[in-house]
C-alpha cells in the first residue's frame, strides 16, 4: 500500500503514472502467464509508438467526431440543481455517444490499434454489455470477427444488449463459471487469448489487466475530462470544484479524473457500488470493503477472503459488478488525491428515478450511482459552487432490472 | 542463474539424476482438497508408488490458465473448504512416510501473496515442500517471492512457453531453479494436444539456456503421447488426464484412489519404457 500524501507534495506530473513498470506506486504491473508476456510487451511496444504517432491521433479524432459523436455536451441539469439546493451541477453527457456510453472511446482508439498491429480476431469481455456492444459496433465498422465473452447472470439481466451485439454481428459466449458475472468473462477472455496469441486482440474494456491496459484504457478516456475542462471554462470561466463518477472497473472515472489531477482546487470523488450494504457480503465496493492484491494481470484493491480466494461482487448495476478496481485508483485512494463513496442498489435506484423524472435523461444504472451522491456532495460543496457529474450511460438497457427492482412488470 | 550450495543435492535434484537409468520422469499433478482433503491425501500417497515428483496444485479461485478440467478441480477443492494451510497440512503428513519423492507446489500468485510471501516459503519449506511454481508470476513481478522462497531454500519452478522468444528467454531462465516447466501449447490445461516433434527442439533450447532439467506439460493426455514426449524431454507432467479420473469417479460414486492411481501407473510405465526402445 502507498502512504497518503499532502496536497502540496503530490506529483506534479501525473503522466509519470505508470512508471516503466507499468506502476502505479505499488499498483498495476504485469502479473500474467508466460505465454501472454510477449504479446502484453508487443501491445505497450506497438501503443507508445501509436500514442506519439500524430497520424493516429488523427485518424482517432476523426472517428471521435464523425461516428462517435464527440464532443459529447456539457449540459446544466438545472431542475436537479434547483431540487438538490447548493452546487451547480453539470452533466458530462458521454450517454449520448453512439451506443451510448463512454466505453465507445476506448473501442475506438483500441480497433485502430489492433489494425495496427495487424491482428485479425477481437475477444472482449462485458458485464452490462454496454463495453460488448461498443465493442461489436467497432468491429462491425472495420470487418473483424468478434468474440464477446460475458456472464451467464449478466446475459438474463442485459437481454437488449446481448441481443444488440447479435445484430452487429458479434458471437456472445455466455460463461458459466464462478459466479458467472463480470470476473469469469474476463477470466475467460484471457484464457481465449492465451489459446490463440498469433491474431487475436483483447480489447479489454475498463482501465484494468495487465499494464498497458491500465493506462492505454485511460489515455483513450481522457477524452471525457480534457472537453469537460475546455466546457467548463466556455460555460463558467472556471473549473469545477468537484467531478464526480461511478467507479466498477473505473474508465469513465479516470477518464474524468485524470485531466484535473494536477488541479488540487478540483475535488474529486469516485463512487462504488456498496449493494446491499458494505455491512453484507453483497457489495462490490473494492476500495471501501477489500484489500490489495493480484487478480487479471494487475496489483489492485479486491474483495477477496482471509486466504487470498476472491469473493463475488454484487451489485444492480451489471457493470459495477466487479471485485477489483483499475490500479490508478487504488493509488489515488491511498495517496489520497480522489476519494471514494460508496452507494446501494436502493440509493441508486431513487437516483435513477430523480433524474429521469427532473430531468427527463433515464441514465445507466451505473451512472445513477454517482447521481445518488449529489444531494450529499451538493450541500458539501455549496452555493456558487461547481459539480460536473460523468453521466456514463444512458439507462435504456436497464429498464427490466429497473421494473422489477421496483415490482412493476413491463 | 542463481547457483546456491543448498541446491546440491535437493530432493528435486536426485530425482532428476534419475535420468541416468536413461528415462524421463513422471510428474502427476492433481489439486489439494479435489474432491475433498482426505482423498486427495490419499492420493498424493498413492501416486508416490507411481510418480518420480508431484505437482500439488493449490486451489484458486480464477484460475486463468486452466481449462475446464482444472477449473472444476478447483471449484470441488475450494467448495469443501480447502485452505492454504490445509494443504501444506497434506504435504507435511505425506513427508511423515515419504521423504524422497519430490513435491512442487503450483497456483496463482494472489493466495500466496495474502499468505504473505516470507511466512508461505517458510511454512511451505518446512512442511516438506520443494519448490513452487505460480503461474501468473513471470519474472518481472517475481523478485520478492523468489528472494523469499530461496531464502527458505526452495526452488522456483518457472514456465517457459512457445511464444518466449529468444530475446525473453534469459530473464525465464535467470532466478529459477529445480528444473524448467515448458508448456508445450498456447493455451489453457488439457485442451489442445501437445506434438511431440514440435517440443524437441524447444526442450533443447531451454537446456542449454539453463543447465536446468526441461519438464513438458500442459496437453500430454494418453501414454502414447506420453511415452513420445518423454523421449526428448527430462520430465513429463499430466494433470487433467488424471483430474478427468477423479472428477468422472467422484460423479459415479466410485473409488477414487483406484481409478486415479490405475491410470497413473499406465502413464508411469509409458514414460519409463518410452527410451528402452531407442537406448
Same mark, same amino acid.
Given at each position: 500500500m502507498n502512504a497518503p500524501v499532502s496536497p502540496a507534495e503530490r506529483p506534479n506530473d501525473w503522466s509519470a503514472y505508470p512508471d516503466a513498470k507499468g506502476r502505479f506506486g505499488d499498483y498495476g504491473g504485469l502479473y500474467v502467464a508466460e505465454t501472454l508476456m510477449p504479446l502484453v510487451l508487443e501491445l505497450d511496444r506497438a501503443y507508445t509508438e501509436a500514442k506519439n504517432d500524430p497520424a493516429f491521433q488523427a485518424e482517432l479524432r476523426g472517428y471521435l467526431t464523425h461516428y462517435v459523436g464527440r464532443p459529447s455536451p456539457l449540459y446544466f441539469a438545472e431542475r436537479l440543481s434547483q431540487h438538490l439546493g447548493g452546487a451547480k451541477i453539470y452533466f458530462k453527457r458521454e450517454e449520448l455517444n453512439h451506443t451510448g456510453a463512454h466505453k465507445i472511446n476506448n473501442c475506438m482508439g483500441q480497433i485502430l490499434l489492433a489494425q495496427r498491429m495487424g491482428k485479425t480476431r477481437i475477444i472482449a469481455e462485458t458485464g452490462a454489455g454496454q463495453h460488448g456492444v461498443a465493442s461489436a459496433t467497432v468491429t462491425a465498422r472495420f470487418g473483424l470477427p468478434c468474440v464477446v465473452y460475458m456472464g451467464a447472470v449478466d446475459v438474463a439481466r442485459q437481454k437488449p444488449n446481448v441481443f444488440r451485439m447479435n445484430l452487429l454481428g458479434a458471437e456472445v459466449r455466455p460463461v458459466t463459471s464462478g459466479a458467472a458475472t463480470l470476473k469469469d468473462a474476463m477470466n475467460e477472455a484471457m484464457r481465449d487469448w492465451v489459446t490463440n496469441v498469433e491474431d487475436t486482440y483483447y480489447m479489454i474494456?475498463? =482501465? =484494468?489487466? &495487465?499494464? &498497458?491496459y491500465p493506462a492505454m484504457v485511460r489515455d483513450f478516456q481522457a477524452v471525457i475530462g480534457s472537453e469537460t475542462r475546455e466546457q467548463i471554462q466556455e460555460l463558467e470561466g472556471r473549473l469545477p470544484d468537484a467531478v464526480v463518477a461511478c467507479v466498477g472497473g473505473g474508465s469513465n472515472a479516470i477518464g474524468m479524473f485524470h485531466p484535473f489531477l494536477a488541479d488540487e482546487s478540483v475535488k474529486i470523488y469516485g463512487v462504488e457500488a456498496s449493494g446491499h450494504g458494505l455491512e453484507t457480503d453483497k457489495h462490490a465496493a473494492s476500495l471501501t470493503g477489500g484489500r490489495p492484491g493480484v487478480l487479471h494481470g494487475n496489483k489492485t484493491y479486491l474483495l477477496q477472503d482471509d486466504d487470498g480466494q476472491i469473493l463475488d461482487a454484487h451489485s444492480i448495476s451489471a457493470g459495477l459488478d466487479y471485485p477489483g478496481i483499475g490500479p490508478e485508483h487504488s493509488f489515488l485512494h491511498d495517496i489520497g488525491r480522489a476519494q471514494y463513496l460508496t452507494c446501494t442498489d436502493d440509493e441508486a435506484l431513487k437516483a435513477f428515478q430523480l433524474c429521469a423524472e427532473l430531468e427527463g435523461i433515464i441514465p445507466a444504472l451505473e451512472s445513477a450511482h454517482a447521481l445518488a451522491k449529489l444531494p450529499q456532495l451538493a450541500k458539501e460543496i455549496g452555493e456558487g459552487g461547481i459539480i460536473v457529474l460523468c453521466l456514463s450511460g444512458r439507462g435504456d438497457k436497464d429498464i427490466f432490472t429497473v421494473a422489477d427492482a421496483l415490482g412493476r412488470t413491463i | 542463474m542463481s547457483v546456491t550450495s543448498? +541446491?546440491?543435492?535437493?530432493r528435486l535434484q536426485r530425482a532428476f539424476q +534419475?535420468?541416468?537409468?536413461?528415462r524421463a520422469l513422471f510428474i502427476a499433478y492433481i489439486m489439494a482438497g479435489d474432491p475433498d482433503l482426505e482423498t486427495s491425501f490419499e492420493l498424493l500417497t498413492g501416486l508416490a508408488e507411481h510418480a518420480d515428483v508431484i505437482e500439488l496444485g493449490m486451489p484458486f479461485s480464477d484460475p486463468m490458465a486452466e481449462g475446464p478440467t482444472i477449473q472444476l478441480a478447483s471449484q470441488r477443492s475450494l467448495a469443501a473448504g480447502t485452505k492454504m494451510r490445509d494443504v501444506l497440512g497434506i504435504v507435511r503428513r505425506f513427508r511423515e512416510t515419504n521423504t524422497v519423492t519430490p513435491i512442487v507446489l503450483m497456483g496463482y500468485l494472489n493466495p500466496v501473496l495474502s499468505y504473505g510471501f516470507e511466512a508461505f516459503a517458510d511454512d511451505a519449506s518446512n512442511a516438506g515442500a520443494d519448490g513452487v511454481i505460480i503461474v501468473d508470476c513471470p519474472p518481472e513481478e517475481a523478485d520478492a517471492l523468489t528472494d523469499a522462497l530461496n531464502g527458505a531454500k526452495m526452488d522456483l519452478i518457472r514456465l517457459a512457453t512457445p511464444t518466449t522468444d529468444d530475446k525473453r528467454l534469459p530473464a525465464v531462465v535467470q532466478?529459477?531453479?529445480g528444473f524448467i516447466y515448458y508448456v508445450s501449447v498456447a493455451g489453457v490445461t488439457g485442451v489442445k494436444e501437445a506434438d511431440a516433434d514440435a517440443v524437441r527442439s524447444p526442450v533443447e533450447r531451454l537446456r542449454a539456456a539453463s543447465g536446468l532439467p526441461v519438464a513438458v506439460g500442459f496437453g500430454i493426455k494418453t501414454p502414447e503421447r506420453a511415452a513420445q514426449v518423454a523421449r526428448v524431454a527430462d520430465g513429463v507432467v499430466v494433470g487433467s488426464a488424471l483430474v478427468d479420473e477423479i472428477a468422472a469417479a467422484a460423479a459415479l460414486n466410485e473409488n477414487v484412489t483406484q481409478k486415479v492411481l490405475s491410470k497413473a501407473s499406465e502413464l508411469a510405465k509409458a514414460v519409463r519404457s518410452a527410451r528402452l526402445a531407442t537406448v
Open positions: 474494456g475498463t =482501465a =484494468a489487466g &495487465p499494464h &498497458p | 543448498y +541446491r546440491d543435492g535437493t +534419475r535420468e541416468n537409468d536413461h532466478r529459477t531453479s
